[in-house]
Each structure stands twice: as C-alpha cells, then as structure tokens.
C-alpha cells in the first residue's frame, strides 16, 4: 500500500485539528473545508473504501458523525442541520482512498454560502473550530 494521508493522522503522525478519538476511529477537521466545522470521521485501519470496512466499525464511523452532528448543533458554530455524506469510490467523488464520513454543518438558508463553500474550500481558524467543537462534544448529550 502506498502512504495514506489519513493512516498518517490515524496514527498520530499526519498533522491534523483533531476534535475526537477513540479506540478505532478519529475526527478532525476537513482542510478544505465546505463549511465552518467540516469534519471528517476516518478508521484508524485503513479500508479505502466501503468493500474494505467492516460494518462493524462502519457503524461506529456513522455513531461518532451521530455525535458530531448533535454537538454542532449546540455549538457556538450554530448549526440547523448537518450533511452525512460518504463518497465512495473515484467515480463518487472519493478523493482520498481512505473511508470516511463528511460531517458538513449546514444553516438555515445557507445554499448560497455552501456552493461557495464547494468551489472556495477554505479553512479560516482551524485551531478555534476545533477548540469549538470539542468544546460542545463535551456538553452534548449521550446518544
């Protein structure tokens, strides 16, 4: 297998905001991200893509975006609603060949900002987004 970018910052290596971690997954921000809190929930093992992952250890991706998504929710980021979306495979958009699930916060009327979003990709204070959700993850409550 060729470097993976995201076994890298599985195994603490890549550089990376991370916002939460356990035993067999982590999340952190996306670095180019759609919007303001766009985290990604990878495998700590690699499986580059759904053929590969276990169901077991894809649900805990979806139970950990579960627990995002409320967190956002009760953020300082403000969220009205969160997009759960895995790309899998090149000809879905998949561009890093490692499973993962986008946790896109979205707000209310914001289709505007998100397409700009799409096309811009940029971060503007990852350190302080992620001090923010980790912040609520800690006040959110248990699924």
Do not use: W
Request: proline share 3%; with cysteine.
């Amino acid at each position: 297998m060729s470097a993976c970018a995201f076994c890298s910052i599985a195994a603490g290596d890549g550089e990376a905001h991370r916002v939460y971690e356990d035993d067999t997954v982590v999340a952190f921000l996306d670095v180019r991200p759609v919007t303001q809190g766009h985290t990604l929930v990878i495998p700590k093992q690699h499986a580059a893509d759904l053929t590969e992952l276990s169901a077991d250890l894809g649900s805990n991706m979806f139970q950990v975006g579960h627990t995002l998504s409320r967190a956002l929710r009760i953020s300082d980021l403000r969220a009205d609603g969160v997009n759960l979306v895995v790309n899998d495979g090149k000809s879905a958009f998949q561009t890093v060949a490692h499973t993962h699930l986008h946790v896109v916060p979205r707000q209310n009327g914001d289709k505007l900002r998100f397409v700009k979003g799409l096309l811009v990709r940029r971060s503007s204070d990852p350190e302080g987004t992620a001090a923010i959700i980790r912040e609520a993850l800690e006040r959110a409550p248990e699924s």
